[in-house]
């Protein structure tokens, strides 16, 4: 299977089994539109009847010597080689936790699908103990995995803080003796973080997540506060601080565009001019009938967009500046491993969020979800049946991903996502598919212009 398209005067063509990014001219990208596998001797009288008004046959012919040899080769129509690890997508031992800390926010952020932090079932702090069980309930279910993770997850984390510092020294305690890591993340809305926090979290969170939508007017307008007032005053100078004393570990801001700021190229360069250099801002999930929400009618608008902030980035390093935008990050030459490109984030299996009161679940999406408690740290339950459901969630049992060109970079899509709006765990929700889809077209782009420059540069 092959993917072709033209972006920013670039022909590419993505063989999809292999990976592999061809650059090619004008020739080899028409004649592709007329061979597949198998190939005979000659080129097809078909394609040369289509093609000779426009090249030389001989050149074709030759063309297309050059195309089954590159077949031959492994690198283009290649065989499929990881969908044959399905068979092993079996039940695996869990290797982390998102961790409610907190079902309650300080903020009011119209578009939260947590219900504005309760997640709907009343807002409620989770508690050390219950937090220690949590801790617990991982390392006996983590087989011969050594290094685990724990990302504090609310609503907003912050606002259970003495119990963070608890769970944490908990899990530091246990682990030499039991010969493991912890791996500690946060997501924060920012709102109470104070010199004696920022310390804390730069010390022991490998990584931070900081919610901020990029330019004022447009963060005030989704991200309120409970009284209506704007929090990007409050929290841009904090987060400011946090990351420039954070070194070189891990963070990146996160924002999320929506129907009111399709022009959100303009949000990521808002939040590099501030200083950040790791930064995410994607799209809105929601209903179609939420005023804000993302629909097939926006999509070749954000299409244009995402193609926009693709070429903005490019002559921003011309220039010598740089950052890294978290939906065109990519490796063309070693990326995931087989079981991760087939299933992706491990929602389910390998990954499990547990809420306040102990009460365990695929991921955050599915918190409150009836029909997906996968059982309680209270009483010991965990459905097994369920975890082994998750696990056979890969893109060979997707049957309309399986004959998708980007299946292999975005593995059959969120679960959560594509249950609450495709209505089945297996069927891709297909909004999400083409915007990954343009997200990937640029990506590659992006790495083939800086691949010419180079090219040009050593010339």
């Not at 250099?277 to 244009?304: F, N, W």
């Not at 069927?427 to 990937?440: A, D, E, H, N, V």
Request: proline residues 3%.
């Amino acid at each position: 299977m092959i993917h072709k398209y033209q972006l920013n005067g670039f022909n590419i063509v993505l063989d999809v089994n292999s990976g592999g990014v061809h650059l090619v001219d004008e020739m080899t990208y028409a004649l592709l539109d007329y061979i597949a596998p198998p190939f005979a001797a000659e080129c097809p009288a078909q394609a040369l009847a289509a093609l000779a008004d426009t090249y030389d046959i001989e050149e074709l012919k030759a063309c297309y010597s050059e195309i089954v040899e590159l077949s031959e080769a492994g690198v283009l129509f290649s065989e499929d080689t990881f969908t044959q690890y399905s068979a092993v997508s079996v039940p695996s031992p869990i290797k982390a936790l998102c961790l409610h800390v907190s079902h309650d926010c300080n903020l009011r952020c119209a578009y939260c699908f947590a219900a504005t932090g309760d997640f709907g079932v009343g807002r409620k702090l989770m508690d050390a103990e219950m937090g220690k069980k949590a801790i617990d309930f991982l390392v006996a279910n983590s087989g011969d995995r050594v290094n685990l993770e724990v990302d504090f997850f609310g609503g907003e984390p912050l606002m259970s803080w003495n119990a963070v510092k608890e769970i944490v020294a908990y899990a530091r305690s246990m682990e030499k003796q039991i010969g493991k890591r912890f791996r500690f993340t946060m997501t924060t809305n920012g709102m109470l973080l104070d010199d004696e926090k920022i310390e804390y979290l730069n010390e022991e969170m490998s990584n931070v997540v900081l919610s901020i939508d990029g330019r004022k007017e447009v963060h005030d307008k989704m991200r309120p506060c409970p009284n209506g007032t704007g929090s990007y005053d409050h929290i841009l100078p904090k987060f400011r601080k946090m990351v420039s004393l954070r070194g070189t570990k891990d963070y990146y801001v996160r924002g999320t565009f929506t129907k009111y700021n399709l022009d959100f190229s303009e949000d990521v360069f808002h939040l590099y001019e501030q200083g950040f250099d790791q930064i995410s801002v994607e799209p809105v999930v929601a209903a179609a009938d939420m005023p804000y929400a993302l629909t097939e009618a926006e999509l070749s608008a954000i299409a244009a967009e995402y193609e926009t902030l693709a070429n903005r980035m490019l002559e921003n390093e011309k220039k010598g500046g740089k950052f890294n935008f978290f939906h065109f990050s990519i490796d063309l030459n070693n990326g995931p491993c087989a079981i991760k490109r087939l299933r992706g984030c491990g929602c389910g299996n390998d990954y499990v969020a547990i809420t306040p009161e102990g009460d365990i679940y695929p991921c955050h999406q599915f918190v409150g979800v009836e029909g997906y408690r996968m059982g309680s740290l209270v009483d010991g339950s965990f459905d097994t049946e369920m975890k082994a459901k998750f696990a056979a969630a890969h893109v060979g049992n997707k049957p309309e991903c399986r004959e998708c060109w980007a299946k292999f970079y975005c593995s059959g899509g969120c679960n959560a996502n594509n249950y609450l709006y495709a209505g089945d765990i297996l069927k891709p929700y297909g909004i999400s598919c083409k915007l990954q889809q343009k997200r990937l077209e640029c990506a590659i782009m992006m790495q083939a212009a800086r691949f010419a420059a180079k090219e040009s540069e050593e010339a």
